[in-house]
């Protein structure tokens, strides 16, 4: 089941495409290429489809699905893949929920550092 949100990209296994939210082509495009390959290798390793999606509160979460017959998809490895995604790009996820945060929801963003 999929949450209310904003998509920021898409990625299907059954239809060998990716998409990117138009809303988002303001992005550098060095981000832009890396969601594609995180969308496409996952999709590409586990089958399926993957869809980034922002919350209300601007946290992205990672929506994963599956026709019903396809005996490939790999829901163990989904998980698995989707926990490694979230720790080797831990930083551009960050990134992401902060630029969605400010451009699209209006929040102030402070450095705590």
């Given amino acids: 089941m999929y949450e209310e949100g904003i998509v920021l990209c898409a990625s299907s296994a059954y239809t060998k495409q990716y998409y990117l939210n138009p809303e988002f082509e303001r992005l550098p495009e060095g981000i832009q290429e890396e ?12 089958g399926g489809t993957l869809v980034l999606r922002f919350d209300e509160e601007g946290n992205l979460n990672f929506e994963t699905s599956s026709n019903e017959d396809d005996l490939l998809y790999d829901e163990i490895g989904s998980v ?3 926990k ?6 831990a930083d551009l996820l960050e990134s992401l929920e902060i630029y969605y945060r400010v451009y ?10």
């Fill in 80 to 82: 698995l893949k989707i």
């Fill in 104 to 113: 699209f929801l209006g929040e102030v963003w402070e450095d705590e550092e």
């Fill in 35 to 46: 969601l594609k390959i995180i969308c496409v290798l996952y999709t590409e390793d586990v």
């Fill in 84 to 89: 490694q995604i979230r720790i080797q790009k």
